[in-house]
Nanobody
């Protein structure tokens, strides 16, 4: 399974971006999918996740209320809508998948990874 992440870019603080993740070789309804991010010099951290059923979502405290993860089965795509962006949100964002019905916040639990998309938030 390959995951293609897109939608990153440069935005001013307070702005919005929407990231997309499209798996090939598997439908989004067959995997639980998470978004992670990694800033320079920092470890990869959990951002958000959605369960295989699409009925359960989770968010890191740092993005709760600002980011929304969603899924469009018809387009076979998972989205991460990011609003009220802050400079500290600047990072490479990765989507990751696992065949389990349940998501986790641990990067090591995910089997499939995308190549990452860079989000830069200027102050």
């Amino acid at each position: 399974v390959q995951l293609q992440a897109s939608g990153g870019g440069l935005v001013q603080a307070g702005g919005s971006l929407r990231l997309s993740c499209a798996p090939s070789g598997r439908t989004v309804s067959a995997i639980s999918l998470g978004w992670f991010r990694q800033a320079p010099g920092k470890e990869r951290e959990f951002v958000a996740a959605i369960s295989r059923s699409g009925t359960s979502m989770a968010y890191a405290d740092s993005v709760k209320g600002r980011f929304t993860i969603s899924r469009d089965n018809a387009k076979n795509t998972v989205y991460l809508q990011m609003n009220s962006l802050k400079p500290e949100d600047t990072a490479v964002y990765y989507c990751a998948g696992r065949p389990s019905g349940y998501y986790t916040s641990a990067p090591g639990d995910y089997d499939y990874w995308g190549q990452g998309t860079l989000v830069t938030v200027s102050s």
